[in-house]
Each structure stands twice: as structure tokens, then as C-alpha cells.
């Protein structure tokens, strides 16, 4: 079964950058299509960004669009999330999921379609 494992959250001002990243255990990293999601106090889980099984293909929601970069290495088991011009309002606890799929091109945009996620890392964006 593979574990997922969340880093990289921290404090930074707006206009900041970050780099999180999670580490799959496992051999089987590459079946999996990733994504990352965040919930603010207060607010659901929303989907961010998420990223094929390939990495060719990747998809963002609109408030992060030219600003979030996801990507993979999976012959490191692991995914990123380069965020640069951070806002206050990206503040929130970040999570990486993965769900293994059948389709090498998939991209999962919804919380329910995943059934393996990480503990969750903290980003705080202060104006």
C-alpha cells in the first residue's frame, strides 16, 4: 500500500514562493494519478492542481493558473507543487492525493475520487 507524505509549508509573505512535495512509498508511484488539494478554516477541500500518470498532462484551477506548477518525478516517487506570487488567500493546509488509475492521460479533479492522501502541510501567506 502506498503512503503518502507531505513537506515544504511554511510562512512567507505574499509575492513569496514555496515548494512542496510529496513522497509515495511503494513501487507502484507511477500507476497513480496525483493531485493536490487545500482546505482553508473554515471552507471545503478544494482541488488546486492535479497531474497524470505520464506527467504530461496537468490541470489547475483558475485562481492558481500561471502561478502553480505541479509536477513528477516518478522514478522518485514523488510529486511537487512549485507556488510562486503567493496570496494571503492561498493560505490553507495542503494535502497531496493519489488514486491508482487505468488511464495514462487521466487527470482526478475531485476530492472523491481519491482514496490515498497525505497528513497535510501548513502554507501561511501573510500581507
Known amino acids: 500500500q502506498v503512503q503518502l507524505v507531505e513537506s515544504g509549508g511554511g510562512l512567507v509573505q505574499a509575492g513569496g514562493s514555496l515548494r512542496l512535495s510529496c513522497a509515495a512509498s511503494?513501487?507502484?508511484?507511477?500507476?497513480?494519478?496525483m493531485s493536490w488539494f487545500r482546505q482553508a478554516p473554515g471552507k471545503e477541500r478544494e482541488f488546486v492542481a492535479g497531474?497524470?500518470?505520464?506527467?504530461?498532462?496537468?490541470y489547475y484551477v483558475d485562481s492558481v493558473k500561471g502561478r502553480f506548477t505541479i509536477s513528477r518525478d516518478n522514478a522518485k516517487n514523488t510529486v511537487f507543487l512549485q507556488m510562486n506570487s503567493l496570496k494571503p488567500e492561498d493560505t490553507a493546509v495542503y494535502y497531496c492525493?493519489?488514486?491508482?488509475?487505468?488511464?495514462?492521460?487521466?487527470?482526478?479533479?475531485?476530492?472523491?475520487?481519491?482514496?490515498?492522501w497525505g497528513q497535510g502541510t501548513q502554507v501561511t501567506v501573510s500581507s
Open positions: 492525493a493519489g488514486k491508482q488509475y487505468y488511464a495514462l492521460a487521466a487527470i482526478l479533479t475531485t476530492s472523491r475520487e481519491y482514496d490515498l
Open positions: 511503494g513501487r507502484t508511484f507511477s500507476s497513480y494519478a
Open positions: 497531474i497524470s500518470r505520464s506527467g504530461i498532462e496537468s
